[in-house]
């Protein structure tokens, strides 16, 4: 018989590992999803699973990947609560990486958001050095180009 102490101990592990679980699911879901006739609500609903399970910042780059796979869209504004939750957490580092990689309507206005409180860095780099090689990358949609 293992001490109330233990037992609680190995209690909470297991809650925290099904907490794990249940988002890592949440994620996989997130990857995967395709709005279907233009509706985005399930993906709305799956972003407000995600902060509910307390662990949003797993989701960080999961999320990026969605303004990656729709550059110009908005997602029917769920792309906007993305954006507000994303400003919560520490994701410098990851909009850096993804406008390097796959530049985003969304992404872009992240940047600019930063932009806006004065800063010139972005993770540590020039927000200006960026932006040439955002202009300079071939692969980019020129209607993105517009909105550096």
């Not at 809650?15 to 679980?21: D, F, Q, S």
């Not at 071939?138 to 909105?147: A, I, M, R, Y």
Request: hydrophobic share 35%.
């Amino acid at each position: 018989m293992l001490p109330s102490g233990s037992k609680r101990n190995i209690q909470e592990t297991l809650g925290h590992i099904e907490i794990m679980k249940s988002t890592q699911e949440i994620l996989s879901e997130i990857e995967s999803f395709k709005p279907v006739d233009g509706n985005w609500l399930r993906l709305d609903e799956l972003v407000n699973k995600l902060w509910e399970s307390g662990k949003a910042e797993l989701g960080i780059n999961t999320l990026f990947r969605v303004f990656e796979r729709y550059p110009n869209d908005d997602g029917a504004g769920v792309f906007w609560t993305i954006l507000y939750g994303l400003e919560t957490l520490n994701y410098e580092e990851s909009l850096y990486s993804s406008l390097m990689d796959k530049p985003s309507h969304m992404g872009i206005n992240m940047l600019k958001r930063i932009e806006n409180t004065n800063s010139e860095l972005v993770a540590g780099k020039p927000i200006k050095e960026l932006k040439e090689f955002i202009k300079n990358n071939p692969k980019v949609d020129s209607e993105l180009l517009s909105e550096l």
